[in-house]
């Protein structure tokens, strides 16, 4: 099971989570008819490194989710939820079978954003999770 599914589970499965955004989680991009607020999420990074004997088991795998809404304070407030379900995890993410486990995941950076489009406008803020696990 790879962590991305791991991620997914557990927010949909959140209730903070899932009164802000429901089941609205996508992978890298929502698509055209989404309802605000949502989450996008995407792999941006693996690193695998080495020991002495061979390729160490021990992987970081960076995350970045967006959360987009309407305006600044949902978008805020969405950031905030998935915040709270991933910031510091351990163990069983998600509860899938086979099961995704963590030993250890943080927050790595936030970033705000405007996508500006005519009249169309959504606020977007950006979190990296780093998740240490064996993969």
Do not use: N
Request: with cysteine.
């Amino acid at each position: 099971m790879r962590v991305e599914q791991g991620v997914v589970a557990a927010l949909v499965a959140d209730v903070t989570v899932g009164s802000v955004a429901g089941d609205r989680i996508y992978h890298m991009q929502a698509p055209q008819e989404a309802t605000t607020p949502y989450v996008t999420y995407q792999r941006v990074g693996t690193g695998r490194g080495t020991i002495l004997d061979g390729v160490d088991t021990m992987t970081e795998v960076r995350i970045q989710l967006d959360c987009w809404a309407d305006s600044v304070a949902d978008s805020k407030a969405l950031a905030d939820a998935v915040r709270g379900v991933l910031d510091d995890v351990k163990g069983d993410l998600g509860g899938l079978s086979p099961r995704v486990q963590v030993q250890f995941g943080r927050l790595e950076s936030e970033y705000d954003f405007a996508d500006v489009d005519g009249d169309y406008e959504r606020r977007r803020v950006a979190l990296d999770f780093v998740f240490t696990l064996h993969e």
